[in-house]
């Protein structure tokens, strides 16, 4: 064997295990957690163990968001845009959806879950991590001035008739779901009689199918990224182009990936719950933090996306999650209520409905972005976490 196919042999050994490392490093710690008694002892010990125990698992779910953010580039690049992005949506939405129904069907009776859950995964994304995407993207944009004058035209911008049908479904379903069921008067919790929850979950599924068409269909050039406004960064993909993943071992690796970031953070609920009882902090913060980790993966990859210029990408990502998010937990959850026997409440609390009306206001799509609309976002999120905490 040649020097050099020795050299590239090594090369590419150090590749792969670097690829494979953050799934090793998963596996092993689900499986500490799940057939180990490290669980239970964590458990009982005083809170600066519990707070570091889940210092360290929040550290492995992490390192398997950011390999997962990887290969899901690795696919979006073998496939395009905005396929890449739906395939990490959808992957996400699988098993939240997986995880909402494990606790409804096997968990203590919680009505207000699912609200909970879509409002924290609403408020995450449209207001904390889309707020630091628009910051990133702004501050990414170089020669904004000629002759001394801002020329508008060099900001970073939206691909903006895609922004706005996010838009519209996302405040559309948003209302429907979470604001209304507190006027309803045909039950005496904030939801809707059966007839009505019914043609709710037909309408969201039929706009959520709509849109996925007409997103992969003939409307596909909206949602594409706009080329012009792109920053330009070097090409290194010479150096490694023969250690690339085909389409199926990126997508394997997504998707393990995927499922182990979401069983781990599943796993740290009691371990999330009794680090928050004993700093003596409401308990719905603990759904904040399950629904920030299993974020985590779409919230690296809008930001990575985010700092290369491609807001478009970002939005994908952002507003995809969320439309899927209320489009299909809300018909999932009816659904099993009706089937358990389950009282489920959808309707927000005042302030949270507050919340949500400034949030969308200021998702409105802006033509140019200059950073403000990403600060005021990043507020909001702030007092979000705040008033979650008092």
């Known amino acids: 064997m040649s020097a050099s ?4 042999t090594k090369s590419r050994a150090k590749y792969l295990l670097l690829i494979i490392l953050p799934i090793l490093v998963g596996i092993f710690s689900l499986i500490s957690i799940e057939f180990t008694g490290v669980m239970d002892w964590l458990l009982v010990q005083p809170t600066a163990t519990v707070i570091i125990g889940l210092a360290l698992l929040s550290g492995v779910v992490l390192l398997l968001s950011s390999s997962v953010v990887a290969h899901a580039d690795r696919v979006a690049e073998l496939i395009g845009q905005p396929y890449g992005t739906l395939i990490l949506t959808a ?3 699988t098993i939240e959806l997986s995880l909402v129904a494990s606790t409804m069907l096997t968990g203590e009776s919680n009505p207000t879950l ?3 859950s879509m409002f924290s995964v609403v408020m995450i994304t449209l207001t904390g991590v889309t707020g630091v995407s628009n910051v990133l993207a702004a501050l990414k944009r170089r020669n904004l001035f000629s002759n001394g004058v801002l020329d508008t035209s060099q900001l970073a911008a939206p691909n903006q008739l895609g922004a706005l049908t996010y838009f519209d479904l ?9 604001v209304i069921p507190n006027f309803s008067r045909s039950t005496s919790e904030a939801n809707f009689s059966t007839p009505v929850n ?8 039929g706009v959520y199918f709509i849109f996925l068409t007409a997103q992969m269909g003939r409307y596909r050039s909206l949602y594409a990224e706009r080329d012009p406004l792109l920053v330009s960064v070097p090409d290194n993909s010479h150096n490694n182009n023969s250690f690339h993943l085909s389409l199926s071992q990126a ?8 499922l182990l970031v979401c069983l781990i953070a599943e796993s740290m609920g009691q371990l999330i719950e009794t680090g928050i009882t004993d700093l003596g902090l409401p308990s719905s913060l603990a759904g904040v933090l399950v629904a920030a980790l299993i974020l985590a993966p779409e919230a690296l990859n809008a930001l990575k996306a985010a700092s290369l210029g491609e807001v478009q990408r970002s939005i994908n990502t952002l507003y995809g999650s969320v439309v899927a998010t209320v489009s299909l937990t809300v018909p999932a959850v009816l659904i099993l209520g009706e089937i358990t ?3 489920v409440v959808l309707g927000l609390e005042p302030f949270e409905m507050v919340l949500l009306a400034l949030t969308l206001l200021l998702s409105y799509p802006h033509a140019r972005l200059t950073g403000i609309e990403g600060m ?4 909001i999120f702030i007092f979000w976490i705040l008033l979650q905490v008092a």
């Open 5 to 8: 196919s020795e050299t590239s």
């Open 91 to 93: 992957a996400v939405m």
């Open 114 to 116: 699912a609200r909970d």
């Open 170 to 178: 996302i405040s559309t379903m948003c209302v429907l779901a979470l």
């Open 198 to 205: 019914i043609i709710l979950s037909v309408v969201a599924l």
């Open 251 to 258: 997508s394997i690796l997504l998707l393990v990936g995927l």
């Open 341 to 343: 026997n389950t009282v």
């Open 376 to 379: 005021m976002k990043i507020v």
